[in-house]
């Protein structure tokens, strides 16, 4: 499976647990989040569509999760979709929007390492392991697996 899809495949492997909290309202709109993030990105076809898209969903994303706070289910699909929307934005926005995406993770992390069976620990890998290295960036190799649990995350590759 290439990194490209380790994306897709955890979201797609946690996805049910959107339902599994004590709050059916959140679960609906974390549900509603997970939707549009799986529309845009398999049904629009056109970068500059999805990028415009994942935009509007991530302040969408960002006002569920500011009316949940302390809940982690929330800042997961925000991080999730600002990552998306990261990969999609211009040259001059992915780090920054990626930084935001780890962050937000960070986040979610700091309050449920185990949310969505170890998807906020997947999102962080695959976030590590797709940003460039020092000193353009903060991805890591190591980083990618420490945050996976210590599971491979992809072909070794020579940053640190």
């Known amino acids: 499976m290439t990194v490209r899809y380790a994306l897709a495949f955890a979201a797609l492997t946690f996805a049910g647990a959107a339902n599994a909290s004590n709050n059916p309202a959140m679960d609906a709109a974390v549900r509603r989040i997970n939707d549009q993030w799986a529309h845009i990105r398999y049904q629009v076809a056109d970068r500059n569509e999805q990028y415009r898209q994942l935009d509007a969903l991530a302040g969408q994303a960002a006002q569920v999760s500011a009316r ?87 072909p070794e590759r020579s940053r640190q």
């Open 68 to 154: 949940y706070p302390g809940r982690a289910e929330p800042l997961l699909w925000q991080g999730i979709v600002v990552s998306e929307e990261a990969a999609r934005a211009s040259v001059l926005k992915q780090l920054g929007l990626a930084r935001s995406a780890r962050d937000i993770l960070e986040k979610a992390q700091g309050i449920d390492p185990n949310i969505a069976d170890g998807g906020v620990k997947m999102s962080l890998g695959v976030l590590y392991y797709r940003v460039p290295g020092f000193p353009i960036g903060f991805g890591s190799t190591a980083k990618a697996r420490a945050a996976r649990g210590g599971a491979e995350a992809g």
